[in-house]
């Protein structure tokens, strides 16, 4: 049974940073691909960030220099460093996991596992 548990989330002034974690359960973590989502009331869930088993990355366009994906293995948790933020980067993130070791992309059909998600309020 897979889990991802997103955390870290909140309330934070424009300008400042959060980091967010996903801690993952019931999958092989060191071998997957994992990503983080973003998704405002009535608009799509896009990507923000992925990463490949062996610590490869990749941003949406737009977030590149501000986020900042990473993890650990051996805690089996997925973190996404926010920097700067922006009253835009308002939403709930998800974390997401695909069931390859390659990411094959930053679209919601590439990943098959997905977490609850967290909220991250900038204002």
């Known amino acids: 049974h897979v889990q991802l548990v997103e955390s870290g989330g909140g309330s934070v002034q424009p300008g400042g940073s959060l980091r967010l974690s996903c801690a993952a359960s019931g999958l ?3 071998n997957y691909c994992m990503g983080w989502f973003r998704q405002v009331p009535g608009k799509e869930r896009e990507g923000v960030a992925a990463i490949d088993f062996d610590g490869k990355t990749d941003y949406a366009g ?9 993890k650990d293995n051996a805690k089996k948790t997925l973190y996404l460093q ?18 390859v070791r390659y990411c094959r992309g930053l679209s919601i059909s590439d990943f098959v596992y997905w977490g609850q998600g967290t909220q991250v309020t900038v204002s």
Do not use: H
């Not at 737009?62 to 990473?70: D, E, T, W």
């Open 62 to 70: 737009s977030l590149k220099g501000r986020f900042i994906i990473s």
């Open 82 to 99: 926010m920097n700067s933020l922006k009253p835009e980067d308002t939403a709930m993130y998800f974390c997401a996991a695909d069931g």
């Open 28 to 30: 092989d973590f060191s």
